[in-house]
Nanobody, 127 residues
């Protein structure tokens, strides 16, 4: 019941950077636990990064570790994904997701751990 809208996607060249944002809205919600996922053509949706404001941690898939940074704003209604050193392998539709459970320990790599999903934003990295 929380509406998530991603933005910031687009076309970027190899080694370029993009910053994705995910705005959350609703009558009553929290963005304490959030994640970013992506899905490339012909592939399954894969975990990219997660952040827990409650738990005070961030975690990244090995494929993006050191290049991507997930963060939340002070109001906890927007989550960002700063992407650097992009390559063609990063081309995908990127989705933000929210976990309603406010506990700080959770299985961030499971799609079933998330309750709300955005429609996605396309990121295309040209070679």
């Amino acid at each position: 019941q929380v509406h998530l809208v991603e933005s910031g996607g687009g076309l970027v060249q190899t080694w370029g950077s993009l910053r994705l944002s995910c705005a959350a809205s609703g009558r009553a919600f929290s963005t304490y636990n959030m994640g970013w996922w992506r899905q490339a053509p012909g592939k399954e949706r894969e975990f990219v990064a997660a952040i827990s404001w409650i738990g005070g941690w961030t975690i990244y898939a090995d494929s993006v570790k050191g290049r991507f940074t997930i963060s939340m704003d002070n109001a906890q209604n927007t989550v960002h994904l700063q992407m650097k050193s992009l390559g063609p392998e990063d081309t995908a539709v990127y989705y933000c997701a929210r976990r309603a459970d406010s506990r700080g320990s959770w299985n961030y790599e499971s799609r079933e751990s998330y309750d709300d999903w955005g429609q996605g934003t396309q990121v295309t990295v040209s070679s």
